[in-house]
T-cell receptor, first 118, second 112 residues
């Protein structure tokens, strides 16, 4: 149980365009999802916390207008990188927590999305 | 804000030796401490975790210890194998908010 699917796994986009990343909980209802960014050889940096049906809470230094997060249902959260620039190139990964079971402690990660902005 | 410090950043051991990675945390409300193993280009995988009501937990070659008073916890890997080579992250979170803060990571090399 507690499977989190993330799509796409890899995306290359042109500078100035927007990219949407989806994070789905497949076998549980995710009341909260977390979005992380990981630069090469660095740790996972929390970007924002997403609660179903409410606005996301962004960490200090993360631009909410650039990284749009929508958690419209109990199984889906999306991260949209708007007007992407090369410095946004990174590994983006989500994590979900929900009701009961192994999902409860938030240690189930999606497979990650490697974004390359050219 | 919350902070998790992890040491060392790089660790190289001979196959069969033990490896120890240490972390400290700042948020006294933290009560859940997972450890993750991340191989290159892949998602972090939970390898062991410990909750604040326990001082030590062991799973085969892996063990974790927690000192809540001192706010530090450690990962111990015994009889290391080349396939243990990866980046290991410690983390701390509280059940109230579930927000997980990660350490900077330790790159472990196990030499055959």
């Amino acid at each position: 149980g507690a499977v989190v699917s993330q799509h796409p796994s890899r995306v290359i986009c042109k500078s100035g365009t927007s990219v949407k990343i989806e994070c789905r909980s497949l076998d549980f209802q995710a009341t909260t999802m977390f979005w992380y960014r990981q630069f090469p050889k660095q740790s996972l940096m929390l970007m924002a916390t997403s609660n179903e049906g409410s606005k996301a809470t962004y960490e200090q230094g993360v631009e909410k207008d650039k990284f749009l997060i929508n958690h419209a249902s109990l199984t889906l959260s999306t991260l949209t990188v708007t007007s992407a620039h090369p410095e946004d190139s990174s590994f983006y990964i989500c994590s979900a927590v929900g009701q009961g079971g192994r999902s409860r402690w938030g240690y189930t990660f999606g497979s990650g999305t490697r974004l390359t902005v050219v | 804000g919350e902070n998790v410090e992890q040491h060392p950043s790089t660790l190289s051991v001979q196959e069969g030796d033990s490896a120890v990675i240490k972390c400290t945390y700042s948020d006294s409300a933290s009560n859940y401490f997972p450890w993750y193993k991340q191989e290159l280009g892949k998602r972090p995988q939970l390898i062991i975790d410990i909750r604040s009501n326990v001082g030590e937990k062991k799973d085969q070659r892996i063990a974790v210890t927690l000192n809540k008073t001192a706010k530090h916890f450690s990962l111990h890997i015994t009889e290391t194998q080349p396939e243990d080579s990866a980046v290991y992250f410690c983390a701390a979170s509280s059940t109230g908010g579930f927000k997980t803060i990660f350490g900077a990571g330790t790159r472990l090399f196990v030499k055959a």
